[in-house]
């Protein structure tokens, strides 16, 4: 199970590494987008989280099997955009054995 400290060092990392690629312009760069959707997947994760931890309050009606889809395809969502990184860093990998 990943702790919560770890969660939120990476969404510090992501969210410092995506504004500075943002502010390198408009060079594509999959990482970084990648690093982006990580970001917004845990973002909807916790936010559908929330909104379930507070099902038991009065005056909140939560519909449970959507927040439950909700969570599935943001999880879906960071394995995803993980898998997109170790690709691209993968390639690089290789680009920069051939070049050597």
């Known amino acids: 199970m990943v702790s ?3 969660i939120i060092r990476l969404r510090k990392g992501l969210t410092a590494r995506v ?3 943002r502010r390198k312009g408009p060079a594509m760069d999959p990482i970084a ?3 982006y ?3 917004a997947a845990s973002r909807r994760f ?3 989280a929330s909104r379930v931890a ?3 309050v009065e005056g909140q009606s939560v519909d449970l099997p959507a927040e439950v889809v909700e969570q599935i395809t943001a ?6 955009n993980a898998a997109v990184i170790r690709s691209a860093q993968d390639m690089a990998g290789k680009l920069l054995d051939v070049l050597a």
């Open 4 to 6: 919560a400290v770890f």
């Open 19 to 21: 504004h500075a690629a």
């Open 33 to 35: 987008t990648a690093q």
């Open 37 to 39: 959707g990580m970001l």
């Open 46 to 48: 916790d936010a559908s």
């Open 54 to 56: 507070r099902m038991g």
């Open 75 to 80: 999880q879906t969502a960071f394995a995803a």
